[in-house]
């Protein structure tokens, strides 16, 4: 029988690849400028990371993980989110001595039990970045604008930033009890979910997307009314940083996050080309977490955001070419070109150059088209002729243009000096 891929994963396909290369060095070199470093997180964890991190009431915690009992017989959970793997190895490797603002981000795969649909998979991968180790609502404000010129960078249309205020432990537990009694009277009309969540966690009742319970909560009482003031302040100092530095957001008073340890700022990016499911990140403040994991009481701000969902919407069609094509495609007609063209194609990519080459000695009409489709910049022809004159004959494949290279003398550094990838790569990727 023949065995298939997992429901819910799949398969990155060598010529999809080179998107998923371009779209995370963006991020590399977005994020950088901005002082923050990658962190590489463990895919596995105890599964009771979760549980105290991501919160017991979550659908991700009660209905999605991947979680087993290893040969040690300790539960282990296949990592659903990153922040809560980023804070364990913050408060265990003592990040935050000395004190300073810890800025981190990763890349990577993630794994839900999820009903597969477009652009979500149970398998799938993120972008997260978390800032640990200020209250500062310019932090917030600093990684929006972060995650704004990202967007803006990857050629992203069509998206609107919106932003809400979650409250602090201070206003919160009114807004709390105000939320339960007006959804007490609403409960027959609410879905199933969403009456589970009523005593657990009201405010997820903000958040259901059945379209019912969204027509409800537009006139539950919303968390940004009953704020205190010290997070009524930071929530108008938020949103005028974003506005002195012309990011474009709005206000989305019904707005909450998933997971239960967000506080005060929350946010989520959406693209007005994706549907119903529109959103393309989320993330929020996270003050008390840290805390949760025996570490020093440490204010913190992150988003995550899906890539499959994310490379969807990037309009490579509009772009340059953004693979990797060869700098050079060596023809070799015999067996001494063969023996030869092994030699100078390992020669020259130690120098740098991106070297394809034909291992088949095929004809010198068949190996043309293979270094026509493979878009090599120029061919070097080496047969029987070119070794006895030593000279090699170098095609430039956009106009058939041809040169001879002397080999009776130094001819590597012309080669190289020709082939120059920098040049090649200003050419060819714009």
């Known amino acids: 029988m023949k065995i298939k891929s997992s429901r819910g994963v799949k398969d990155i396909l060598p010529q999809e690849i080179d998107k998923w290369h371009w779209v995370e060095n963006k991020a590399h070199k977005i994020f950088s400028l901005y002082g923050f470093k990658e962190i590489r997180i463990p895919i596995f964890e105890s599964t009771n990371l979760f549980q105290r991190g991501i919160g017991d009431t979550t659908d991700i915690v009660q209905k999605e993980m991947y979680t087993f009992e290893d040969k040690s017989g300790e539960q282990i959970t296949l990592r659903p989110e990153g922040t809560a793997g980023v804070v364990r190895s913050y408060v265990e490797h003592k990040l935050y001595n000395p004190p300073s603002l810890v800025k981190v981000f990763y890349i990577g795969p993630m794994f839900r039990y999820e009903r597969p649909q477009a652009g979500r998979f149970r398998q799938f991968y993120q972008i997260g970045v978390e800032a640990m180790g200020s209250p500062s609502p310019s932090v917030d404000a600093e990684v929006m604008i972060m995650l704004m010129d990202f967007f803006s960078a990857l050629g992203l249309k069509d998206h609107c930033l919106e932003i809400n205020s979650l409250g602090c432990p201070e206003c919160r537990p009114q807004h709390r009890e105000i939320l339960k009694t007006a959804i007490k009277g609403q409960l027959e009309n609410l879905c ?16 259901c997307k059945n379209k019912t319970c969204s027509e409800i909560a537009k006139d539950l009482p919303k968390t940004a009314e009953h704020l205190c003031d010290v997070c009524s302040d930071n929530f108008k100092q938020v949103q005028s940083l974003l506005t002195d530095v012309q990011v474009p957001w709005k206000l989305n008073p019904i707005l909450v996050r998933g997971l239960d340890y967000y506080g005060r700022t929350a946010f989520e990016v959406k693209s007005g080309s994706l549907g119903a499911q529109d959103a393309i990140c989320g993330g929020g403040r996270y003050d008390y977490l840290v805390e949760k994991f025996e570490g020093p009481a440490t204010p913190c701000f992150g988003f995550a955001l899906g890539l499959e969902r994310l490379i969807s919407l990037v309009p490579f069609d509009q772009m340059e070419s953004i693979a990797q094509h060869p700098d050079l495609y060596l023809v070799c007609l015999g067996e001494a070109a063969q023996t030869l063209g092994f030699k100078l194609a390992n020669e020259l990519r130690r120098k740098g150059i991106f070297v394809e080459r034909d291992s088949e000695g095929a004809s010198m ?17 080496l047969g029987d002729n070119e070794i006895r004159d030593e000279k090699y004959v170098l095609k430039l494949m956009e106009d058939g243009s041809q040169e001879e290279i002397d080999t009776s003398k130094e001819y590597l550094g012309i080669l190289v000096q020709r082939l120059n990838p920098q040049t090649v790569s200003e050419t060819t990727h714009g």
């Open 192 to 207: 199933e979910n969403c009456n589970n969540r009523y005593e657990r966690n009201p405010l997820r009742v903000l958040d």
């Open 365 to 381: 009409k068949s190996q043309m088209r293979k270094a026509d489709k493979s878009k090599a910049r120029f061919a070097l022809i």
